[in-house]
Protein backbone atom coordinates (compact mmCIF):
# COMPACT_ATOMS: atom_id res chain seq x y z
CA UNK A 1 0.00 0.00 0.00
CA UNK A 2 2.47 2.34 0.89
CA UNK A 3 6.09 1.06 -0.45
CA UNK A 4 5.29 -0.47 -4.42
CA UNK A 5 8.24 -2.21 -5.00
CA UNK A 6 7.92 -4.77 -1.16
CA UNK A 7 6.53 -7.49 -3.07
CA UNK A 8 8.60 -9.90 -1.32
CA UNK A 9 7.36 -13.02 0.96
CA UNK A 10 8.02 -14.81 3.96
CA UNK A 11 8.86 -17.57 1.34
CA UNK A 12 11.72 -15.94 0.15
CA UNK A 13 12.42 -14.35 3.72
CA UNK A 14 12.69 -17.62 5.33
CA UNK A 15 15.00 -19.05 2.68
CA UNK A 16 17.26 -15.82 3.58
CA UNK A 17 17.22 -16.97 6.99
CA UNK A 18 17.98 -20.64 6.20
CA UNK A 19 20.87 -18.89 4.59
CA UNK A 20 22.39 -16.66 7.07
CA UNK A 21 22.16 -19.81 9.57
CA UNK A 22 24.21 -21.57 7.31
CA UNK A 23 26.91 -18.89 6.94
CA UNK A 24 26.57 -18.61 10.69
CA UNK A 25 27.73 -22.38 10.60
CA UNK A 26 30.99 -21.31 8.67
CA UNK A 27 32.07 -19.51 11.39
CA UNK A 28 34.51 -22.09 13.03
CA UNK A 29 33.90 -20.79 16.73
CA UNK A 30 30.57 -21.30 16.33
CA UNK A 31 30.43 -24.51 14.83
CA UNK A 32 32.29 -26.48 17.11
CA UNK A 33 30.02 -26.13 20.14
CA UNK A 34 27.11 -27.89 18.14
CA UNK A 35 26.35 -31.38 17.04
CA UNK A 36 24.92 -32.43 13.78
CA UNK A 37 22.11 -32.63 14.76
CA UNK A 38 21.70 -29.36 16.56
CA UNK A 39 23.41 -27.68 13.52
CA UNK A 40 20.41 -29.60 11.05
CA UNK A 41 17.81 -28.19 14.01
CA UNK A 42 18.84 -24.65 13.52
CA UNK A 43 18.58 -24.81 9.94
CA UNK A 44 15.37 -26.22 10.04
CA UNK A 45 13.88 -23.76 12.46
CA UNK A 46 15.16 -21.20 10.44
CA UNK A 47 13.09 -22.39 7.42
CA UNK A 48 10.25 -22.77 9.28
CA UNK A 49 9.96 -19.98 12.09
CA UNK A 50 7.28 -18.26 10.20
CA UNK A 51 5.37 -21.10 8.73
CA UNK A 52 1.75 -20.27 11.20
CA UNK A 53 1.60 -16.71 9.74
CA UNK A 54 -2.09 -16.12 8.71
CA UNK A 55 -3.68 -14.01 5.71
CA UNK A 56 -2.09 -10.80 5.92
CA UNK A 57 -0.33 -11.60 9.20
CA UNK A 58 -0.98 -9.64 12.22
CA UNK A 59 -4.40 -8.27 11.64
CA UNK A 60 -6.10 -11.77 11.38
CA UNK A 61 -4.65 -12.51 14.54
CA UNK A 62 -6.07 -10.51 16.47
CA UNK A 63 -9.25 -10.51 15.71
CA UNK A 64 -9.64 -14.42 15.35
CA UNK A 65 -7.91 -15.18 17.79
CA UNK A 66 -4.74 -17.42 16.54
CA UNK A 67 -0.93 -16.83 17.41
CA UNK A 68 1.40 -18.02 14.48
CA UNK A 69 3.85 -19.28 16.59
CA UNK A 70 1.57 -21.78 17.96
CA UNK A 71 -0.09 -22.55 14.63
CA UNK A 72 3.71 -23.17 13.47
CA UNK A 73 4.38 -25.12 15.68
CA UNK A 74 1.41 -27.51 14.58
CA UNK A 75 1.96 -27.62 11.09
CA UNK A 76 5.30 -28.75 12.05
CA UNK A 77 4.01 -31.66 14.01
CA UNK A 78 1.10 -32.58 12.69
CA UNK A 79 1.39 -31.92 8.53
CA UNK A 80 1.61 -35.17 7.37
CA UNK A 81 4.69 -34.25 4.48
CA UNK A 82 6.40 -31.84 6.74
CA UNK A 83 6.49 -34.42 9.60
CA UNK A 84 8.00 -37.01 7.21
CA UNK A 85 11.25 -35.09 6.08
CA UNK A 86 11.41 -34.07 9.79
CA UNK A 87 11.22 -37.97 11.31
CA UNK A 88 14.11 -38.66 8.75
CA UNK A 89 16.10 -37.31 11.08
CA UNK A 90 14.25 -38.86 14.05
CA UNK A 91 11.07 -39.12 15.37
CA UNK A 92 12.01 -36.37 18.08
CA UNK A 93 12.79 -34.22 15.72
CA UNK A 94 9.87 -32.03 14.56
CA UNK A 95 8.68 -31.95 18.42
CA UNK A 96 12.61 -30.16 18.92
CA UNK A 97 11.77 -27.71 15.74
CA UNK A 98 8.46 -26.78 17.35
CA UNK A 99 10.07 -26.24 21.00
CA UNK A 100 12.36 -23.80 19.24
CA UNK A 101 9.61 -22.01 17.32
CA UNK A 102 7.97 -21.34 20.70
CA UNK A 103 10.82 -20.68 22.75
CA UNK A 104 10.49 -23.22 25.59
CA UNK A 105 14.20 -23.05 26.03
CA UNK A 106 15.35 -26.55 25.85
CA UNK A 107 17.89 -24.93 22.88
CA UNK A 108 18.14 -21.74 24.53
CA UNK A 109 21.07 -20.82 22.47
CA UNK A 110 19.27 -22.20 19.01
CA UNK A 111 16.36 -19.91 20.35
CA UNK A 112 18.44 -16.72 20.47
CA UNK A 113 20.16 -17.34 17.28
CA UNK A 114 16.59 -17.84 15.89
CA UNK A 115 14.77 -14.95 18.01
CA UNK A 116 17.02 -13.05 19.85
CA UNK A 117 18.40 -9.35 20.18
CA UNK A 118 20.85 -10.09 16.89
CA UNK A 119 19.44 -13.20 15.45
CA UNK A 120 19.10 -14.44 11.96
CA UNK A 121 15.41 -13.59 11.10
CA UNK A 122 16.27 -9.49 11.80
CA UNK A 123 19.06 -9.60 9.97
CA UNK A 124 17.66 -11.18 7.17
CA UNK A 125 14.48 -8.92 6.89
CA UNK A 126 15.74 -5.60 7.72
CA UNK A 127 18.26 -5.79 4.76
CA UNK A 128 15.43 -7.33 2.70
CA UNK A 129 12.97 -5.17 3.86
CA UNK A 130 15.08 -1.93 3.06
CA UNK A 131 16.20 -3.51 -0.56
CA UNK A 132 12.52 -3.61 -1.68
CA UNK A 133 10.91 -0.54 0.16
CA UNK A 134 13.77 1.35 -1.18
CA UNK A 135 15.20 2.96 1.68
CA UNK A 136 18.36 2.96 2.65
CA UNK A 137 18.49 2.49 6.70
CA UNK A 138 18.28 -0.43 7.19
CA UNK A 139 22.03 -1.65 5.11
CA UNK A 140 23.25 -4.40 7.85
CA UNK A 141 26.59 -5.33 7.51
CA UNK A 142 25.81 -9.26 8.40
CA UNK A 143 28.65 -10.68 7.37
CA UNK A 144 30.69 -8.51 9.60
CA UNK A 145 28.26 -9.30 12.52
CA UNK A 146 28.27 -13.27 11.68
CA UNK A 147 32.04 -13.39 12.13
CA UNK A 148 32.75 -11.56 14.75
CA UNK A 149 30.26 -13.59 17.47
CA UNK A 150 31.05 -15.83 19.70
CA UNK A 151 29.79 -18.23 22.52
CA UNK A 152 31.27 -18.10 25.72
CA UNK A 153 29.50 -20.21 28.78
CA UNK A 154 26.42 -20.61 27.07
CA UNK A 155 26.13 -17.25 26.31
CA UNK A 156 26.08 -15.33 22.83
CA UNK A 157 28.55 -12.75 22.34
CA UNK A 158 30.34 -10.57 20.03
CA UNK A 159 33.86 -9.62 19.86
CA UNK A 160 34.34 -5.85 20.60
CA UNK A 161 36.35 -5.59 16.55
CA UNK A 162 32.63 -5.67 15.41
CA UNK A 163 31.41 -2.96 17.78
CA UNK A 164 30.70 -0.55 15.06
CA UNK A 165 28.47 -3.29 13.08
CA UNK A 166 26.59 -3.92 16.06
CA UNK A 167 25.75 0.07 16.58
CA UNK A 168 24.81 0.71 12.96
CA UNK A 169 22.74 -2.50 13.23
CA UNK A 170 20.83 -1.01 16.38
CA UNK A 171 20.16 2.53 14.67
CA UNK A 172 19.25 0.58 11.02
CA UNK A 173 16.65 -1.23 12.80
CA UNK A 174 15.33 1.89 15.02
CA UNK A 175 14.90 3.78 11.34
CA UNK A 176 13.79 0.61 9.70
CA UNK A 177 10.83 0.88 12.46
CA UNK A 178 10.54 4.18 12.85
CA UNK A 179 10.06 5.08 8.85
CA UNK A 180 8.91 2.04 7.45
CA UNK A 181 6.98 -0.52 10.05
CA UNK A 182 5.39 2.60 11.72
CA UNK A 183 4.70 4.73 8.79
CA UNK A 184 1.62 6.61 9.15
CA UNK A 185 -0.04 5.73 5.76
CA UNK A 186 0.52 1.89 6.57
CA UNK A 187 -0.71 2.18 10.20
CA UNK A 188 -3.45 3.48 8.73
CA UNK A 189 -3.89 1.01 5.84
CA UNK A 190 -3.32 -1.79 8.70
CA UNK A 191 -6.42 -0.58 11.42
CA UNK A 192 -8.82 -0.53 8.32
CA UNK A 193 -8.13 -3.98 7.55
CA UNK A 194 -8.44 -4.82 11.39
CA UNK A 195 -11.74 -3.08 11.33
CA UNK A 196 -12.56 -5.19 8.17
CA UNK A 197 -11.50 -8.45 10.13
CA UNK A 198 -13.77 -7.23 13.26
CA UNK A 199 -16.80 -6.42 11.46
CA UNK A 200 -16.75 -9.60 9.98
CA UNK A 201 -16.00 -11.45 13.13
CA UNK A 202 -18.72 -9.64 14.48
CA UNK A 203 -21.38 -10.34 11.89
CA UNK A 204 -20.63 -13.94 11.47
CA UNK A 205 -21.04 -14.48 15.32
CA UNK A 206 -24.43 -12.79 15.13
CA UNK A 207 -25.41 -14.98 12.28
CA UNK A 208 -25.66 -12.37 9.29
CA UNK A 209 -26.05 -13.88 5.63
CA UNK A 210 -23.43 -12.43 4.06
CA UNK A 211 -22.16 -12.62 0.23
CA UNK A 212 -19.79 -14.39 -1.26
CA UNK A 213 -17.83 -17.73 0.10
CA UNK A 214 -17.79 -16.95 3.75
CA UNK A 215 -17.34 -21.02 4.64
CA UNK A 216 -13.82 -20.66 5.70
CA UNK A 217 -13.91 -17.44 7.52
CA UNK A 218 -17.15 -18.98 9.74
CA UNK A 219 -15.50 -21.76 10.41
CA UNK A 220 -12.56 -20.37 11.61
CA UNK A 221 -14.59 -17.88 13.52
CA UNK A 222 -16.17 -20.57 15.30
CA UNK A 223 -13.58 -22.84 14.88
CA UNK A 224 -9.87 -20.90 15.88
CA UNK A 225 -8.30 -24.25 16.59
CA UNK A 226 -9.13 -25.51 12.70
CA UNK A 227 -6.01 -26.12 11.40
CA UNK A 228 -7.10 -27.38 7.64
CA UNK A 229 -9.70 -24.36 7.89
CA UNK A 230 -6.66 -22.30 8.99
CA UNK A 231 -4.33 -22.92 6.36
CA UNK A 232 -7.05 -22.60 3.27
CA UNK A 233 -7.05 -18.92 4.33
CA UNK A 234 -4.35 -17.28 2.71
CA UNK A 235 -4.20 -13.61 0.85
CA UNK A 236 -5.58 -14.54 -2.25
CA UNK A 237 -8.66 -16.43 -0.25
CA UNK A 238 -9.34 -12.89 1.78
CA UNK A 239 -8.85 -10.26 -0.84
CA UNK A 240 -11.68 -12.30 -2.91
CA UNK A 241 -13.75 -12.58 0.18
CA UNK A 242 -13.48 -8.17 0.28
CA UNK A 243 -14.40 -8.31 -3.49
CA UNK A 244 -17.66 -10.04 -2.78
CA UNK A 245 -18.15 -8.31 0.91
CA UNK A 246 -18.81 -5.32 -1.12
CA UNK A 247 -22.14 -6.30 -2.02
CA UNK A 248 -23.21 -6.84 1.48
CA UNK A 249 -25.77 -4.89 2.70
CA UNK A 250 -23.84 -4.27 6.25
CA UNK A 251 -22.94 0.01 5.61
CA UNK A 252 -20.52 -0.47 7.63
CA UNK A 253 -18.39 -3.05 6.24
CA UNK A 254 -19.02 -2.43 2.92
CA UNK A 255 -17.82 1.40 3.65
CA UNK A 256 -14.51 -0.39 5.35
CA UNK A 257 -13.97 -1.96 2.45
CA UNK A 258 -14.43 0.23 -0.03
CA UNK A 259 -11.88 2.60 1.71
CA UNK A 260 -9.11 -0.49 1.85
CA UNK A 261 -9.68 -1.39 -1.59
CA UNK A 262 -10.44 2.04 -3.13
CA UNK A 263 -6.99 3.16 -1.44
CA UNK A 264 -9.03 6.12 0.87
CA UNK A 265 -6.83 6.89 4.00
CA UNK A 266 -8.41 8.08 7.27
CA UNK A 267 -7.33 11.42 8.63
CA UNK A 268 -3.64 10.66 11.22
CA UNK A 269 -3.21 13.34 14.03
CA UNK A 270 -0.28 12.86 16.51
CA UNK A 271 -3.11 12.92 19.82
CA UNK A 272 -1.19 15.16 21.71
CA UNK A 273 -1.76 17.81 18.07
CA UNK A 274 -6.23 17.69 18.93
CA UNK A 275 -8.04 19.24 20.98
CA UNK A 276 -9.95 17.63 23.68
CA UNK A 277 -13.00 19.13 22.10
CA UNK A 278 -12.43 17.54 18.49
CA UNK A 279 -11.23 14.45 20.44
CA UNK A 280 -14.52 13.87 22.31
CA UNK A 281 -16.44 14.78 19.09
CA UNK A 282 -14.34 12.05 16.60
CA UNK A 283 -15.06 9.12 19.78
CA UNK A 284 -18.46 9.96 19.66
CA UNK A 285 -18.80 8.68 15.91
CA UNK A 286 -18.97 4.83 15.71
CA UNK A 287 -15.81 3.04 16.89
CA UNK A 288 -15.32 1.26 13.54
CA UNK A 289 -14.66 4.23 12.19
CA UNK A 290 -12.01 5.57 14.09
CA UNK A 291 -8.81 4.20 16.25
CA UNK A 292 -5.84 5.84 18.48
CA UNK A 293 -2.64 3.31 18.15
CA UNK A 294 0.16 3.34 20.21
CA UNK A 295 3.80 2.60 18.74
CA UNK A 296 7.04 2.61 21.41
CA UNK A 297 10.23 3.50 19.38
CA UNK A 298 13.52 2.21 20.77
CA UNK A 299 16.90 1.68 19.77
CA UNK A 300 18.05 -0.88 22.31
CA UNK A 301 15.99 -2.93 24.93
CA UNK A 302 18.63 -4.25 27.68
CA UNK A 303 17.78 -6.76 30.54
CA UNK A 304 15.60 -4.38 33.00
CA UNK A 305 13.29 -3.71 29.55
CA UNK A 306 12.35 -7.63 29.22
CA UNK A 307 15.64 -8.30 27.09
CA UNK A 308 19.09 -10.18 26.94
CA UNK A 309 21.75 -7.96 26.61
CA UNK A 310 23.85 -7.52 23.70
CA UNK A 311 27.26 -8.68 25.35
CA UNK A 312 30.64 -7.63 23.81
CA UNK A 313 34.08 -9.60 24.74
CA UNK A 314 37.01 -7.11 24.73
CA UNK A 315 40.40 -8.54 23.83
CA UNK A 316 40.88 -9.14 27.44
CA UNK A 317 38.14 -11.74 27.58
CA UNK A 318 35.86 -9.32 29.72
CA UNK A 319 32.11 -9.93 28.13
CA UNK A 320 29.68 -6.48 29.74
CA UNK A 321 26.71 -5.42 27.67
CA UNK A 322 26.87 -2.87 25.22
CA UNK A 323 25.83 -0.01 26.50
CA UNK A 324 29.29 -0.41 28.69
CA UNK A 325 31.25 -0.66 25.88
CA UNK A 326 29.71 1.91 23.26
CA UNK A 327 28.89 5.16 24.47
CA UNK A 328 26.83 5.67 21.08
CA UNK A 329 24.35 3.34 22.68
CA UNK A 330 24.34 4.35 25.99
CA UNK A 331 23.43 7.77 25.43
CA UNK A 332 20.67 6.61 23.05
CA UNK A 333 19.36 3.96 26.15
CA UNK A 334 19.83 7.41 28.11
CA UNK A 335 17.27 9.37 25.87
CA UNK A 336 14.43 7.02 26.68
CA UNK A 337 11.59 5.21 24.43
CA UNK A 338 9.78 7.48 21.98
CA UNK A 339 6.36 6.67 22.43
CA UNK A 340 3.76 7.93 18.93
CA UNK A 341 0.32 7.74 19.95
CA UNK A 342 -1.81 8.62 16.45
CA UNK A 343 -5.52 9.12 15.93
CA UNK A 344 -6.65 7.47 13.01
CA UNK A 345 -10.30 8.33 12.03
CA UNK A 346 -12.41 8.53 9.04
CA UNK A 347 -13.63 12.02 8.28
CA UNK A 348 -16.95 11.73 6.65
CA UNK A 349 -18.55 8.93 8.69
CA UNK A 350 -21.53 7.28 6.77
CA UNK A 351 -25.30 7.74 7.72
CA UNK A 352 -25.69 4.19 9.60
CA UNK A 353 -29.60 4.94 9.83
CA UNK A 354 -30.28 4.17 6.10
Same mark, same amino acid.
Given at each position: ???? /????????????????????????? #????????? @? #?????? /??????????????????????????????????? $??????????????????? #???????????????????????? &???????????????????????????? $?????????????????????????? /?????????????????? %?? @???????????????????????????????????????? =?????????? /??????? +?????????????????????? @????? %?????????? =??????????????? @? +????????????????????? =?????????? +? &???????? $???????
Amino acid at each position: MVFA /CAEHSRFIHSLGVYELANRLLNNAS #VVKLFSERE @Q #VLLLAS /CLLHDLGHGAFSHAFESTFKVNHEKIGARIIQENP $EIRQILDGVDSRFAVDVSQ #VILKESKYPLIEKLVSGQIDVDRL &DYLRRDAYFTGVSYGYVDFERILRVLRI $ENGQIVFKESGIHAIENYLISRYHMY /CQVYFHKTTRGYEIILEK %IY @QRIYELVRQGTILPGDTSLITQITNHPDDLITYLKIDDSY =IHTLLVSLMD /CQDLILK +TLIGDLLHRKLWKAIDLNKISE @QDLEK %IKKQNPFFWA =IQGTSSFTYIDLEGG @Q +TPIYILSEDGKISPIEQVSPL =INSLIMSGTK +T &DLVLFYRE $ETPDLRR
